[in-house]
């Protein structure tokens, strides 16, 4: 069955695929980040950057997208170059992924798009950002990323900065609860809030190490729990931006994405773009750090997982 995903829609880059075989430590690297969150040339410059960190610390960088209905796992320095400034790239999340595939059309994929397909490669841990969550007026809308659903039934583990406080947070960490996601602080008692290291809300879990976390999947594979865990590492303190400070510009976000009437997947890129030019760039600097700072954590977990081996 995955012979025939790998020989049919699958292409594993040949350095990911030869790192898998021996057992070596591979992170995942999403790509809407790159098509729908942060501008030319920042994106590609920071796409590169990302995957340099992730070899400084111990593993391969897989990025991954979907080129003419091929999923790609490990992406060339052209397909980066030629990803930062393409038109016509859908952003993928579950429900759309074989929409692609099947009418070969280009696609960046989600968090969740990503983790199906690490998972179908045998990647079992993801570096991104933040993911996406409970939106605020859900009640109104029914806005919740599939990234939340994705964590519960896909076994990899995503290393990211915390849900940016767009979002709904409380919201989000009780649904995250009720699905069983293992929500764990690395390093902190407080769930991490994207270009903030806090927001008031307690984190669920707290782990101290790569190891620690490591042994944490390791124990929920063998007890035979499906689905992922979100580990939430906060952003560097020299990068941060206070939650005090972030508060004004997220509300005037959230009202103006509601004024324009933007709805479902065009949300998220929309208040990303607003923030950016309302923070005069601030907050992309601050998203660029601490993709960073997930992708040498991200390597550190991989690696510990692949030096036992299990
Ligand atoms: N976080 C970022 N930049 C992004 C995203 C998250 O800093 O571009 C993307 C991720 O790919 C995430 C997606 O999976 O936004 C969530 O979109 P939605 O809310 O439409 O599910
Ligand atoms: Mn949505």
Known sequence: MTHDISGRFLEVAPDVQSALARGEAVVALESTIITHGMPHPQNVATAREVETVV?????????????????KVGLSDAELDWLGTASDVMKLSR?????AVATRRHGATTVAATMICAHLAGIRVFATGGI???HQGVEATMDISADLDELARTPVAVVCAGAKAILDLPRTLEYLETRGVPVVGYGTDRFPAFWSRTSDLPVPLRLDTPE???????TKETLGLTGGVLIANPVPQVDEISADEMTAFIDAAVTEAKARGVAGKAVTPFLLSYLFEKTGGRSLATNIALVKNNAALAARLAAALARTGI
């Open 55 to 71: 070899r400084g610390n111990g593993a391969m960088p897989a990025t991954i997208a979907i080129i003419e209905g091929r999923i």
């Open 95 to 99: 429900a759309d992924l074989p929409y």
């Open 132 to 134: 996406g969550g409970v």
């Open 212 to 218: 620690a976390i490591a042994d944490l999947i390791r």
